[in-house]
């Protein structure tokens, strides 16, 4: 899992050669926190075919507007440099997540 910041963010995201799951997080957000060992499973199944990275927008706020996040949980997929799908808040549970990666790499 890739720690994104405003200064790696183009180049580990929107430059990225290949498909990009973006986990946006931020220190106080227990839902956040509840998906993390999830989203680091699907690392594990998926990372060969997705890159995984995580933002924590309380040190990244203009950037996580930038990006649209206005509420938490955020977990989008980027590719070619426009996020392509991003389930947010409710729908941000682990099966969804899943369900969403998959759609995207078979």
Do not use: W
């Not at 986990?23 to 594990?44: K, N, V």
């Amino acid at each position: 899992m890739i720690d994104l910041d405003k200064e790696n963010f183009e180049s580990e995201v929107l430059q990225a050669e290949r498909l990009v799951l973006v986990d946006f997080y931020s220190d106080g957000c227990i839902p956040c926190q509840a998906l993390t060992p999830h989203i680091h499973g699907y690392e594990e199944t998926y990372g060969a075919k997705l890159k995984f990275a995580s933002l924590n927008i309380t040190k990244a706020r203009r950037l996580a507007i930038a990006q649209k996040v206005l509420g938490l949980p955020v977990v989008a997929i980027y590719s070619g440099g426009e996020k392509i799908d991003e389930l947010v808040k409710d729908d941000a549970t682990p099966e969804n997540i899943e369900s969403m990666i998959q759609k995207h790499v078979s």
